[in-house]
């Protein structure tokens, strides 16, 4: 678990919110010199946020660990991802592709060396061009495409250190995906995650679907469903942790109201797919989060219950 220094916290509490929410594929409106998230109900202003219903607000790092279901570590390794630039709907960047290298040597020495991402998986979405190494850095670029092959989606991750990015222009219901025959569509946190499963489980992995959302966002979800009908029964394996836990359940959610009764949890061993696959060639993982739910449940029952005998 990464330890954040005094500065990066206060850096991601300074993450303009309006931007934040757009990368992530979700919807505000101006109003004035505040905007409104009308998916529920809060107003933004710069790194400031307030919840009329719930009668809360604050910064950015309650922010996304309360909407987006993450903890704290989580939620600042998120913000810091972000530029602190506003992006406003008048001021919307276009998507521009990193220039491609002419090798793919240090994306092939970083996901096979480091991340244990079996060759032929890289390999195929090298081929559909869809995994890149970009010149200027030798990033790994993740290219999430529109039904007509039009690139829509750039997620960048550093081959040396921990650096990722969603890229500004980026419309979140086209990230990082792969369309199968089936009707089975995996989902995961990040790309590689997504790679990571297909190597543990490369049994026909192309005939099902499988989609990375960069984020905890249900929109890029909710778009591979209504471009493949075929599609009915959606696996979940997201991070196994409470963030990831708790994303699951608003996501499932969110499908059983549009109509998929087919939800499916499948969390890793460990703590994600990446670890998973570090675990399978001996290299020390990050364990599993043990669920919290229940006890933090209790406790709540038993303010609850103290606060009625007080008032007794």
């Keep these: 678990m990464p330890h954040y220094t005094q500065e990066q916290i206060e850096k991601a509490n300074r993450t303009d919110l309006v931007f934040f929410l757009q990368s992530h594929g979700e919807q505000v409106m101006r109003s004035g010199s505040s905007y409104l998230?009308?998916?529920?109900?809060?107003?933004?202003?710069?790194?400031?946020?307030?919840s009329h219903y719930d009668s809360t607000g604050g910064y950015p790092i309650g922010f996304v660990m309360r909407y987006f279901g993450m903890g704290f570590q989580d939620a600042v390794a998120e913000l810091l991802c972000c530029t602190t630039y506003s992006l406003t709907p008048q001021s919307k960047k276009d998507l521009i592709l990193p220039q491609r290298s002419n090798s793919m040597d240090c994306v092939f020495a970083y996901l096979m060396q480091k991340r244990f991402i079996a060759r032929d998986v890289i390999a195929h979405f090298a081929h559909t061009r869809t995994i890149y190494e970009d010149a200027k850095y030798h990033n790994c670029i993740f290219v999430g495409t529109d039904e007509e092959g039009i690139p829509r989606h750039i997620h960048r991750r550093g081959t040396q250190g921990s650096f990722k990015q969603t890229d500004a222009g980026s419309k979140a219901e086209y990230s990082f995906h792969h369309d199968g025959?089936?009707?089975?569509?995996?989902?995961?946190?990040?790309?590689?995650?997504?790679?990571?499963?297909?190597?543990?489980?490369?049994?026909?992995?192309?005939?099902?679907?499988?989609?990375?959302?960069?984020?905890?966002?249900?929109?890029?979800?909710l778009h591979r469903l209504k471009v493949n009908p075929l599609l009915k029964r959606i696996v979940l394996c997201l991070d196994h942790d409470n963030a990831g836990r708790a994303a699951c359940a608003r996501i499932t959610d969110i499908l059983n109201e549009h109509g998929y009764t087919d939800v499916q949890w499948y969390h890793s061993h460990n703590k994600d797919w990446g670890e998973d696959t570090k675990a399978a060639h001996g290299v020390v993982p990050i364990a599993a989060e043990s669920d919290e739910s229940a006890a933090i449940n209790q406790l709540c029952r038993e303010f609850i219950s103290i606060a009625k005998n007080e008032k007794k």
Aim: with cysteine; charged share 20%.
């Design 37 to 50: 998230w009308e998916k529920h109900q809060v107003w933004i202003k710069e790194y400031r946020w307030y």
């Design 181 to 221: 025959d089936s009707d089975t569509l995996y989902v995961f946190e990040a790309p590689i995650d997504m790679l990571a499963f297909i190597t543990l489980h490369p049994d026909n992995w192309q005939q099902h679907s499988y989609v990375a959302l960069c984020s905890v966002s249900e929109r890029a979800i």
